[in-house]
């Protein structure tokens, strides 16, 4: 009897010592808990963009898609944590991006030239890690256009003077790598004619890639 009380007690004690120093991660008191729950990112990113302009209704320009570029930086900041992982795990995201983009529109001239800079603010919800949903506003403002008169057979129009400032719908698809590679496609839908004299929206499909650096948590 007294070898298996013995033994018994001896099960017990190791059962216990083994929980006594056995802990989650979450639950870890030897240590400082990282209560962190953002990651602000920023990087590099570029793409194309296939623009088209809504119907000018004085002539008939023919105008159709063309073929420009964007280039610019964005800045993440990632909300959220997910028990047991890193800082900025959680769904929610917000972007803001600063951006010179390039339009081409195609008509029966020449391309129509739209120098502009955008910055997209976007809310960014992950559907899962990696696959996203992104909408927000986008602000437009012509830097410069070009070229400076569409002269047709019966028409002669003044272009070179756009200024226009428009505030875009944006939603789009994002999938990012957990490296911070990332490749994005989106709709852009012009809200404002270029000018008084050209009351013509603009809009376009973007598709872009990039690369996101962690620079800070909180």
């Not at 559907?127 to 830097?143: K, R, S, Y």
Request: glycine content about 10%; charged content about 20%; some cysteine.
């Amino acid at each position: 009897m007294k070898k298996k009380f013995l033994l018994v007690m001896m099960a017990l004690a190791s059962v216990v010592s083994t929980q006594a120093f056995t802990y989650d991660d979450e639950d870890d008191v030897s240590g400082p808990v990282d209560r962190r729950t953002m990651v602000l990112k920023v990087g590099p990113k570029a793409g194309v963009n296939f623009s088209t302009m809504s119907k000018f209704d004085e002539v008939d320009l023919g105008q159709g898609m063309g073929v420009g570029f964007e280039l610019g930086a964005a800045a993440q900041l990632h909300f959220g944590r997910k028990r047991g992982a890193d800082a900025g795990t959680g769904p929610l995201a917000l972007q803001v991006e600063a951006l010179y983009v390039n339009h081409s529109i195609k008509t029966d001239v020449e391309n129509i030239k739209l120098n502009y800079f955008e910055v997209p603010i976007l809310l960014k919800y992950f559907i899962t890690p990696n696959f996203n949903i992104e909408v927000g506003p986008t602000i437009a403002g012509t830097l410069s256009t070009g070229p400076d008169y569409l002269v047709g057979s019966n028409y002669s129009i003044s272009t070179g003077d756009i200024k226009g400032f428009d505030i875009k719908a944006t939603i789009g698809v994002s999938y990012e790598l957990k490296k911070g590679l990332f490749a994005s496609a989106r709709y852009n839908l012009g809200t404002s004619d270029l000018a008084g004299n050209f009351p013509c929206k603009v809009s376009a499909v973007s598709v872009s890639v990039g690369w996101l650096f962690d620079v800070a948590k909180f």
